[in-house]
């Protein structure tokens, strides 16, 4: 559900305020009671709740760097145990 940031142009009172983006705007201002409440431009914001993909896929999980492959590179044919150039 969205954030949304409130502002009264009257009292200056600021609020956020988590509402279906289907709702119509609230216009009280719950400090002075003027229909001057008014939604603000800013970030967008969200919220998850429950027990969906989030929580139970990537909730704390973080990446995590891939482990690089070893190379080993094959001995020559001249070589032999214990040679110095490997």
Known sequence: MPI????CTSCGFKKEVMRKASEPNLTACPECNKETFAK?????????????????DFKGSGSKPAKPEKKTEAAPAACVTGCACH
């Open 4 to 7: 949304y940031d409130y502002q």
């Open 40 to 56: 603000q431009v800013s970030a967008p914001s969200f919220q998850l709740n429950g027990t969906g993909w989030y929580a139970t």
